[in-house]
């Protein structure tokens, strides 16, 4: 092989080394990969299947996506993700293993508190929220809604806007109760069932996709650092709505 020759397989290494170089970082910033048999492709979300309740959950948790899989679909512009939790929750919710603090949240998730949307269903727990609420809600003796009626001027504009109708939701909370009523009020008042994911309970969830919004004492005295100015937080002010009697 002469030196021109050389000189010319050395420069196209070169430059297919630095090609590749290239396809790498686009990779990793953009989501571009290379398919099993070598061809270039653009990685695409997880599927996102209609919502599969499950029977044998008494709250219907997602078969197909749940805490176990969250990771996985965060973070979407075709999914509107929400938590149902108060960021303090009167409810002594620690009598059953949770926490009614919201000590953090998933990457996305904007904060919903059920209790200011509706009246809630008999809670296993003492202590449960009875101040205002959008939306009175009237149950019979097995839980099921009855009956919705609106207690301010603005609650349906509310209600609309944090739960659109025309995307998928994920509905998230402490222990999935919380979940499962705001998907039963939903479906009652005309939304899609097919579009609302109960994906399970926060105090389950063992990943790292989350925003911290309380740092605890690390030892005996200290004081707990409530950093709610850090989450996506839906502010409902009773006082600035208007009454409806």
């Known amino acids: ?32 990969g290379c398919s099993d048999d070598g061809s270039d492709r653009l990685d695409t979300p997880a599927t996102l299947l209609p919502a599969s309740p499950d029977p044998n959950d008494q709250f219907g948790v997602d078969l197909n996506i749940n805490m176990d899989n969250i990771d996985d679909y965060l973070n979407r512009d075709d999914v509107v993700y929400r938590d149902m939790r108060m960021f303090i929750d009167p409810a002594d919710f620690g009598a059953i293993g949770g926490d ?84 039963a009020l939903l479906v009652y008042m005309g939304w899609d069932a097919d579009k609302l994911y109960v994906i399970g309970p ?18 005996q005295g200290g004081d707990i650092i409530y950093m709610l100015w850090r989450a996506n937080y839906a502010v409902l002010d009773f006082t600035l709505m208007h009454s409806l009697g």
């Open 202 to 219: 926060m105090w389950g969830y063992k990943g790292n996709r989350v925003i911290e919004l309380i740092k605890y004492p690390d030892t």
């Open 100 to 183: 009614p603090n919201l000590p953090d949240v998933l990457e996305g998730f904007k904060i919903t508190p059920l209790p200011y949307l509706a009246t809630l269903s008999a809670l296993p727990v003492e202590g449960a929220y009875a101040g205002p609420c959008l939306l009175d809600v009237t149950r019979d003796g097995q839980s099921n809604i009855v009956a919705v009626k609106e207690n301010y001027l603005e609650s349906m504009m509310v209600i609309n806007d944090l739960f659109p109708k025309d995307k998928p939701i994920f509905l998230a909370c402490g222990g999935a109760g919380y979940s499962a009523e705001m998907k």
């Open 1 to 32: 092989m002469n030196t021109r020759s050389s000189e010319l397989m050395q420069r196209r290494s070169f430059v297919k080394g630095a090609a590749f170089g290239l396809m790498s970082v686009a990779a990793s910033l953009y989501g571009v």
